[in-house]
Every structure is written in structure tokens, then in C-alpha cells.
């Protein structure tokens, strides 16, 4: 699915009442990382990001312990550059949270470990075969047959 699709699909999305608010909350957070990424040295930026901002107190989750001391310093400098930029914060909590999987561990493969391919049972082509044939043409129906062609010799 290309990157476009997803897109609109999301502003779909974040449009229904259900969505709403968490949507707009995401965007917000997004801008405001942004705003802050720019207020603190680049070196650090790229290892922390906001997290939430409550009661007057913005949290900032530091990837280890060395950034979370080196925000410490610069905390009240950043509170400052907030404050002139018209936030409402008071204070700065710093939390040292790991990395997310995918940024910096390694992966099973890059352990030697092999992948396993998945097998789709005939059970499930059928069922995946039957639906197919009961879809209208659409995309849904054309990844389907797509996927079924792919798995034919499993």
C-alpha cells in the first residue's frame, strides 16, 4: 500500500467523531516536538522526545541516562524559550526510557537466527478464494487474488 493511500485513509480517519480528539491530540504533540526540537541542541533532539504536558509540567522521555543529565542542565534555559513562545509550563519532568525496539537492538536475523516462512493452510486459501469471488473489483479483491498467486505453491 503506498504511503498516499495510508495518508488519505488516515485523514478518513481522524475525521470520524471516534477519532477525533486522539487525532488532533497527535498533531499537536507532532508540532510541539517540532517547536521543541528546535529549542534544544540538535545532538540532543535526535534522543528525546515530549511525551506530555499536564498541570503545567511538560515530560520530556530521554533515551539514557547521559541525555537526560545533559537536559537537566539546560532545563531552565528551555523552560524560558517555552514561556517567551507562549506555552503555559511551569516545569520539567525528565524520564530516561529505552529506545524503541527498532532503533537500536538488534534483530533476531541479525543474531543468526533464521525466519521462519509462514504457510498458509488450504483451509485458509479457500476461505481467502471464496471471499475473492464474492468481493466487488476493488483494490481489496485485487490484493487478495494478488496474495493467493503469491502463496499458490505453498
Not at 57 to 65: H, P, S, V
Not at 74 to 90: N, R
Not at 122 to 151: R, V, W
Request: contains cysteine; proline residues 3%; glycine residues 4%.
Amino acid at each position: 500500500m503506498t504511503s498516499y493511500k495510508v495518508n488519505s485513509y488516515l485523514n478518513l480517519l481522524g475525521k470520524t467523531p471516534e477519532y477525533e480528539n486522539l487525532f488532533t491530540l497527535a498533531h499537536q504533540l507532532y508540532a510541539d516536538q517540532l517547536i521543541f526540537s528546535k529549542l534544544v541542541p540538535a545532538q540532543l533532539a535526535q534522543h528525546c522526545t515530549l511525551s506530555r504536558t499536564s498541570n503545567g509540567r511538560i515530560t520530556i522521555m530521554a533515551e539514557n541516562g547521559a541525555i537526560a543529565s545533559k537536559l537537566k542542565q539546560i532545563s531552565p534555559s528551555v523552560l524560558l524559550k517555552l514561556q517567551e513562545l507562549g506555552w503555559k509550563v511551569t516545569s520539567i519532568q525528565i524520564l530516561v526510557q529505552a529506545p524503541s525496539f527498532g532503533k537500536s537492538t538488534k534483530t533476531l536475523a541479525d543474531k543468526g537466527y533464521a525466519k521462519e516462512k509462514l504457510k498458509l493452510s488450504k483451509t485458509g486459501k479457500d476461505c481467502l478464494s471464496q471471499l475473492a469471488i464474492t468481493l466487488p473489483d476493488s483494490e481489496l479483491k485485487k490484493t487478495i487474488q494478488l496474495f493467493l498467486k503469491k502463496h499458490k505453491n505453498d
